[in-house]
């Protein structure tokens, strides 16, 4: 069970002892240093002034010539943002304080920092999903309200990001991510100079991650580049560890005993990372405010749930805050229970900024007692057509809204095993009222605020697709997801099979689910994709085809059944059908390259030359130095009949890729077709034997030499395209220009 001794804290070790060290080589007046543990903003602020002045008064009296300029202008402190998906907070030794049983938490790193910082052992998230959770954190805004509901969905450009006001005040921004939820195309990256997720996340086989010690590598080189360029300038990072997310494969050298020892292995090894990242940060900032956090937790069983997403129980929503500012904050616990959505009001407020409209409060301010949190899971409705949860929790009382409601005391029973809705009326009443006042506020819905570019340029490709917004829920009659269980626990199992490439084995257990429940989306979805993958067999595409058409008209905002649909149709070369599906992709997610490249091929093989190529021109305006993209677009223009066009994007894909660029021969034809031969010649002769279009290449070469009268070069092409396809010479032989060529 997830236990919680908020008193405990670890002060001996290394990381602990070199922070001492390194703080005590931080100039800081005698002020500051009186007021150093009243962890209040202003009294920093005041401290500095009365500083400013002590100066002054010195230096008139000693005549001294005391440049102050640097009081008024004083260098914001640099800012470091660490989260760690999925970490229970007993997952970390200052929380759980030695009483391990027979376990035990390796994380010196983070235990230091909880010792040295404001720490909170059990604050809220305001939702167990890794991007709607990691969104509030960077708005202070709750998911509600900045509309991001679950993994996929996209963060509007109309919100206001922490990294985008930073950057406006000066700050030289760099994010480092390990999980795909987060990849910069589902817009977190608002606000980053650099958003590191170029790395794929793929390591040691394990497919949606980035391993703690690649991350912290690619952030520290970031770092020491960042430090380099502009020491006047103070810098913000982010880096996101998602390790301890399932499956849970640590490094051996870090695996944990006990039933739970892999993952709490995997807590350890980001601790590793982080006492790296954090000795480095230190080393290269004079002033630095860390901030770490969980994005939610991980329920490891409890309540019948493996892992998270689908209730709100403690395990799942308590994670740990720790806000560490030497000098500023006051180390010790927090006296609210804090939450993620307090993160970004905490981080202006200790840089004295403005944040207005945010649902977040400092928590290093004063602010009365008790704080509300706001919680809440929409994946049961999304993913399987189940009642969605919301909870309200004040002053230790959590009431969870559900078809069955549920109402815990958490003082007294942290493991919510007593539900208490049948005996607390008035306490009831009062959360109640707390829950719609919340909820009154104006909300967003991701799923449909799509920029009026993106709009625009869907259709100029001639879709206007009805399947854009989410199916509204269904104020009763839904399934309680608590009797939902064993269903959702069996589809976990099916997932399971199928990343292990048991395929008829995941089969059979979407099939078990969709006898009890036809209309399961999940089960749909999966199924169909599977049924639609790799095989061959057209009455298994057919019934999978049949299955995601019916998991998309239920769930016409789920983007990944829509891909999976688009692919259904690319296996059976139905490119109109195809064209549709990717279409709606785009809608969903505007800034996926996977889905425009799909949307303009399949455009392209429905004979639309034109419209795929303004699908290739949009991911350009997203992606101008993706070569790759270059390339495809310049063919599409070539279909298209659009010479001048290809030519402009193979140029530009040879910039970018060198002596690797392999269509040399083809950026030489388009050439000559222009009647620039002076300069398709120096692409023809460059063309390799590897390149699709070699042939047809030195064909051309040869009669531009024919021209020029070099006639052994002319000749010496013509044996090089010979060499590659025999029916050449035949060719050739019928070519009035070439023919003599062979004699």
Same mark, same amino acid.
Request: overall charge negative.
């Given at each position: 069970?997830?236990?919680?001794?908020?008193?405990?804290?670890?002060?001996?070790?290394?990381?602990?002892?070199?922070?001492?060290?390194?703080?005590?080589?931080?100039?800081?007046?005698?002020?500051?240093?009186?007021?150093?543990?009243?962890?209040?903003?202003?009294?920093?602020?005041?401290?500095?002034?009365?500083?400013?002045?002590?100066?002054?008064?010195?230096?008139?009296?000693?005549?001294?010539?005391?440049?102050?300029?640097?009081?008024?202008?004083?260098? !914001?402190?640099?800012?470091?943002?660490?989260?760690?998906?999925?970490?229970?907070?007993?997952?970390?030794?200052?929380?759980?304080?030695?009483?391990?049983?027979?376990?035990?938490?390796?994380? @010196?790193?983070?235990?230091? /920092?909880?010792?040295?910082? #404001?720490?909170?052992?059990?604050?809220?998230?305001?939702?167990?999903?890794?991007?709607?959770?990691?969104?509030?954190?960077?708005?202070?805004?709750?998911?509600?309200?900045?509309?991001?509901?679950?993994?996929?969905?996209?963060?509007?450009?109309?919100?206001?990001?922490?990294?985008?006001? !930073?950057?406006? +005040?000066?700050?030289?921004?760099?994010?480092?991510?390990?999980?795909?939820?987060?990849?910069?195309?589902?817009?977190?990256?608002?606000?980053?100079?650099?958003?590191?997720?170029?790395?794929?996340?793929?390591?040691?086989?394990?497919?949606?991650?980035?391993?703690?010690?690649?991350?912290?590598?690619?952030?520290?080189?970031?770092?020491?580049?960042?430090?380099?360029?502009?020491?006047?300038?103070?810098?913000?990072?982010?880096?996101?560890?998602?390790?301890?997310?399932?499956?849970?494969?640590?490094?051996?050298?870090?695996?944990?005993?006990? +039933?739970?020892?892999?993952?709490?292995?995997?807590?350890?090894?980001?601790?590793?990372?982080?006492?790296?990242?954090? +000795?480095?940060?230190?080393?290269?900032?004079?002033?630095?405010?860390?901030?770490?956090?969980?994005?939610?937790?991980?329920?490891?069983?409890?309540?019948?749930?493996?892992?998270?997403?689908?209730?709100?129980?403690?395990?799942?929503?308590?994670? *740990?805050?720790?806000?560490?500012?030497?000098?500023?904050?006051?180390?010790?616990?927090?006296?609210?229970?804090?939450?993620?959505?307090?993160?970004?009001?905490?981080?202006?407020?200790?840089?004295?900024?403005?944040?207005?409209?945010?649902?977040?409060?400092?928590?290093?301010?004063?602010? @009365?007692?008790?704080?509300?949190?706001?919680?809440?899971?929409?994946?049961?409705?999304?993913?399987?057509?189940?009642?969605?949860?919301?909870?309200?929790?004040?002053?230790?009382?959590? /009431?969870?809204?559900?078809?069955?409601?549920?109402?815990?005391?958490?003082?007294?029973?942290?493991?919510?095993?007593?539900?208490?809705?049948?005996?607390?009326?008035?306490?009831?009443?009062?959360?109640?009222?707390?829950?719609?006042?919340?909820?009154?506020?104006?909300?967003?819905?991701?799923?449909?605020?799509?920029?009026?570019?993106?709009?625009?340029?869907?259709?100029?490709?001639?879709?206007?697709?009805?399947?854009?917004?989410?199916?509204?829920?269904?104020?009763?009659?839904?399934?309680?997801?608590?009797? #939902?269980?064993?269903?959702?626990?069996?589809?976990?199992?099916?997932?399971?099979?199928?990343?292990?490439?048991?395929?008829?084995?995941?089969?059979?257990?979407?099939?078990?689910?969709?006898?009890?429940? *036809?209309?399961?989306?999940?089960?749909?979805?999966?199924?169909?994709?599977?049924?639609?993958?790799?095989?061959?067999?057209?009455?298994?595409? #057919?019934?999978?085809?049949?299955?995601?058409?019916?998991?998309?008209?239920?769930?016409?905002?789920?983007?990944?059944?829509?891909?999976?649909?688009?692919?259904?149709?690319?296996?059976?070369?139905?490119?109109?059908?195809?064209?549709?599906?990717?279409?709606?992709?785009?809608?969903?997610?505007?800034?996926?390259?996977?889905?425009?490249?799909?949307?303009?091929?399949?455009?392209?093989?429905?004979? #639309?030359?034109?419209?795929?190529?303004?699908?290739?021109?949009?991911? /350009?305006?997203?992606?101008?130095?993706?070569?790759?993209?270059?390339?495809?677009?310049?063919?599409? +223009?070539?279909?298209?009949?659009?010479?001048?066009?290809?030519?402009?994007?193979?140029?530009?894909?040879?910039?970018?890729?060198?002596?690797?660029?392999?269509?040399?021969?083809?950026?030489?034809?388009?050439?000559?077709?222009?009647?620039?031969?002076?300069?398709?010649?120096?692409?023809?002769?460059?063309? !390799?034997?590897?390149?699709?279009?070699?042939?047809?290449?030195?064909?051309?070469?040869?009669?531009?030499?024919?021209?020029?009268?070099?006639?052994?070069?002319?000749?010496?092409?013509?044996?090089?395209?010979?060499?590659?396809?025999?029916?050449?010479?035949?060719?050739?032989?019928?070519?009035?220009?070439?023919?003599?060529?062979?004699?």
């Amino acid at each position: 069970m997830l236990t919680i001794d908020s008193s405990a804290t670890s002060r001996h070790d290394p990381w602990y002892e070199d922070f001492e060290l390194r703080m005590s080589d931080i100039p800081r007046s005698a002020v500051q240093q009186k007021f150093r543990l009243l962890g209040i903003r202003q009294v920093r602020w005041i401290a500095v002034g009365m500083f400013a002045v002590s100066l002054c008064v010195t230096a008139a009296a000693s005549g001294a010539d005391t440049d102050n300029a640097h009081l008024s202008q004083k260098r !914001l402190p640099d800012v470091l943002l660490i989260t760690v998906d999925t970490l229970r907070p007993d997952g970390l030794g200052w929380v759980v304080a030695g009483d391990l049983g027979s376990e035990s938490r390796n994380t @010196p790193n983070i235990d230091a /920092l909880a010792a040295l910082g #404001r720490r909170f052992p059990a604050a809220f998230a305001p939702t167990p999903i890794t991007l709607p959770s990691h969104t509030s954190m960077m708005t202070g805004l709750l998911p509600r309200r900045h509309g991001v509901r679950d993994n996929g969905q996209v963060v509007s450009l109309r919100l206001s990001t922490l990294a985008e006001q !930073l950057r406006g +005040k000066g700050y030289r921004t760099g994010a480092f991510v390990s999980g795909y939820p987060l990849a910069a195309e589902f817009g977190l990256d608002q606000g980053f100079a650099t958003y590191d997720d170029s790395a794929g996340f793929r390591a040691e086989g394990i497919i949606g991650e980035r391993r703690a010690v690649e991350t912290t590598t690619a952030a520290l080189d970031w770092l020491a580049g960042t430090e380099q360029g502009s020491a006047d300038s103070p810098w913000f990072l982010w880096i996101h560890y998602f390790d301890p997310h399932d499956p849970y494969e640590p490094p051996a050298e870090h695996r944990q005993p006990g +039933k739970h020892g892999a993952y709490y292995g995997e807590v350890a090894s980001v601790d590793a990372a982080i006492g790296r990242l954090l +000795k480095q940060a230190r080393f290269l900032s004079s002033e630095l405010l860390t901030v770490f956090a969980g994005d939610h937790g991980e329920s490891l069983g409890e309540h019948g749930e493996s892992t998270h997403g689908f209730f709100l129980y403690q395990s799942t929503m308590a994670v *740990p805050i720790i806000v560490h500012f030497p000098g500023v904050v006051e180390p010790g616990v927090g006296k609210v229970p804090g939450t993620l959505v307090d993160l970004t009001p905490t981080v202006l407020d200790l840089l004295d900024l403005e944040g207005d409209g945010l649902d977040g409060k400092s928590l290093v301010a004063e602010m @009365p007692s008790p704080r509300i949190a706001y919680l809440e899971t929409r994946r049961p409705w999304y993913s399987y057509g189940w009642s969605p949860l919301r909870a309200v929790v004040e002053d230790g009382w959590k /009431l969870i809204v559900a078809p069955r409601p549920e109402l815990y005391d958490l003082n007294k029973d942290p493991q919510e095993s007593v539900n208490k809705i049948e005996t607390e009326g008035s306490r009831i009443q009062r959360l109640k009222v707390l829950l719609e006042e919340i909820e009154s506020r104006p909300s967003a819905d991701s799923v449909t605020s799509l920029d009026a570019e993106t709009t625009a340029r869907l259709e100029s490709l001639g879709y206007v697709g009805a399947g854009s917004s989410p199916v509204s829920i269904p104020a009763q009659g839904l399934a309680d997801p608590k009797d #939902r269980i064993a269903l959702w626990n069996r589809l976990g199992q099916a997932v399971a099979a199928q990343e292990a490439g048991q395929l008829t084995t995941a089969l059979k257990a979407f099939d078990e689910v969709l006898a009890v429940e *036809p209309s399961n989306p999940f089960a749909l979805s999966r199924s169909g994709a599977l049924l639609t993958s790799g095989i061959r067999d057209p009455k298994k595409i #057919r019934l999978g085809i049949n299955r995601l058409e019916k998991c998309v008209r239920i769930t016409p905002s789920d983007a990944e059944a829509w891909r999976a649909l688009a692919e259904a149709h690319v296996a059976i070369s139905d490119w109109p059908e195809a064209a549709d599906a990717w279409q709606e992709v785009v809608r969903l997610q505007p800034r996926r390259r996977e889905a425009w490249i799909g949307l303009a091929n399949a455009l392209g093989l429905a004979g #639309r030359p034109d419209r795929a190529v303004n699908a290739f021109d949009r991911l /350009l305006e997203l992606s101008p130095d993706d070569s790759e993209v270059r390339i495809r677009s310049a063919f599409a +223009k070539v279909a298209a009949k659009d010479i001048a066009g290809a030519v402009k994007d193979f140029e530009v894909a040879a910039r970018l890729n060198g002596e690797e660029f392999q269509h040399a021969g083809a950026l030489g034809i388009l050439l000559q077709q222009l009647g620039k031969d002076s300069e398709a010649l120096i692409w023809l002769r460059r063309s !390799l034997p590897s390149e699709g279009d070699y042939v047809a290449a030195r064909i051309v070469l040869a009669r531009l030499e024919v021209q020029a009268g070099r006639i052994e070069a002319a000749r010496q092409a013509l044996v090089d395209a010979i060499a590659i396809d025999v029916t050449v010479r035949d060719k050739v032989r019928q070519d009035a220009t070439l023919a003599d060529l062979l004699h």
